[in-house]
T-cell receptor, first 111, second 113 residues
Framework: KQEVTQIPAALSVPEGENLVLNCSFT??????LQWFRQDPGKGLTSLLLIQSSQREQTSGRLNASLDKSSGRSTLYIAASQPGDSATYLCAVSNAGNMLTFGGGTRLMVKP | DAGVIQSPRHEVTEMGQEVTLRCKPI?????LFWYRQTMMRGLELLIY????????DSGMPEDRFSAKMPNASFSTLKIQPSEPRDSAVYFCASSLHPTVEQFFGPGTRLTVL
């Protein structure tokens, strides 16, 4: 059974800092990995999707990498802003099209 | 496109009552997913449909839960009878294909008293 772990569970940084969020998964036979953002009381917004054959994806200040063999992904946020404060979730898709989610990292960027 | 639409956004009911949650996927998406989010268990997949057909319902917690998709633009998740432990946020998501990203609705926050 796939298990997804995100470290740290919570992170507080000053504005402008570059930061890295980590995601690990136990079963490397994945189709893709997706990073989401969730604001309090809101739904999930897809940030980046990395196919199993890819190593990284970039969108603006966000860069996600994937090392499938070691079961790891990182989300890099450059020049963090208070508006980046949210919970970040990673999820992996295995055979059967099912997404397994990590517990999330709650990020606070202080002005 | 309006995105995935869910209703109601909030539902408060008493234990034992029937609850029906509704979802309209993005037009043209062949896959529809129902998730539940709680503080204790995080986000869990309950069931998903492909072309209106339930494919995997192994995440449905028990017989009190049922889901239907009568057509490509509408799905329901029903809880009968509801219990306090069913209190959670229920999300619906849709996608074109399992290898591409899923788009989530805003969720329904269910409180069972």
């Amino acid at each position: 059974k796939q298990e997804v772990t995100q470290i740290p569970a919570a992170l507080s940084v000053p504005e402008g800092e570059n930061l890295v969020l980590n995601c690990s998964f136990t079963d490397s036979a994945i189709y893709n990995l997706q990073w989401f953002r969730q604001d309090p009381g809101k739904g999930l917004t897809s940030l980046l999707l990395i196919q199993s054959s890819q190593r990284e994806q970039t969108s603006g200040r966000l860069n996600a990498s994937l090392d499938k063999s070691s079961g790891r992904s990182t989300l890099y946020i450059a020049a963090s802003q208070p508006g980046d404060s949210a919970t970040y979730l990673c999820a992996v898709s295995n055979a059967g099209n099912m997404l397994t989610f990590g517990g999330g990292t709650r990020l606070m960027v202080k002005p | 496109d309006a995105g995935v639409i869910q209703s109601p956004r909030h539902e408060v009911t008493e234990m034992g009552q029937e609850v029906t949650l509704r979802c309209k996927p993005i037009s043209g998406h062949d896959y529809l997913f129902w998730y539940r989010q709680t503080m204790m268990r995080g986000l869990e997949l309950l069931i998903y449909f492909n072309n209106n057909v339930p494919i995997d319902d192994s995440g449905m917690p028990e017989d009190r839960f049922s889901a239907k998709m009568p057509n490509a633009s509408f799905s329901t998740l029903k809880i009968q009878p509801s219990e306090p432990r069913d209190s959670a946020v229920y999300f619906c998501a849709s996608s074109l294909h399992p290898t591409v990203e899923q788009f989530f609705g805003p969720g329904t926050r269910l409180t069972v008293l």
